[in-house]
């Protein structure tokens, strides 16, 4: 990975901790046990099924790509 997409992956990652941090509620940040289920649930809930959906869509364009005479 280069230095600028690290910088820019680094600005996307703070970006989507503030939209999960409103959207949690306060009661679940009040301990560390409760901010790592509030993390872990939001993240299998909305972060990784669109990563498995963007990573299978490219995996899915390569092999087309690579079928196409």
Known sequence: MTPED???LDAHVKAI??????NTPPEKVETFEGIETA???QI???????IAF????????L?????EP
């Open 44 to 50: 299998l809930e909305h972060v990784s099924p669109k």
């Open 54 to 61: 963007f990573l299978s869509e490219k995996r899915q364009e």
């Open 63 to 67: 092999a087309e790509d690579a079928a």
């Open 6 to 8: 690290k910088k820019q």
């Open 17 to 22: 901790a503030k939209i999960l941090y409103k």
């Open 39 to 41: 993390v872990r649930d």
